[in-house]
């Protein structure tokens, strides 16, 4: 079976979208060869949650990610 890619925007700690979404710096951007992910919600929990294109995701929650499929990281910069 081929390995699932994802397309991730990284935004940039100085970045706006990242000031005001706390320690969510990843958005999903596509997803080739899946539907969702399984992650867990906070760094040590045992509650997951899936997901899907759209979603924002903290710097553990794109690791998990990236263990599953191959990443590809587009870094969003303040103009």
Known sequence: M???IVHFK???SS????M???DKYFEILKI???V???VTKEEGS???QYVSVGDRLTMDQAYQVSIDAHVIVEPVYPN
Do not use: Q
């Not at 970045?15 to 990242?18: F, G, L, Q, V």
């Open 2 to 4: 081929k390995e699932p």
């Open 10 to 12: 990284r935004y940039i």
């Open 15 to 18: 970045h706006p979208s990242a």
């Open 20 to 22: 005001l979404s706390g």
């Open 32 to 34: 080739e060869g899946a």
């Open 36 to 38: 969702f992910f399984e």
């Open 46 to 48: 045992k509650v997951t």
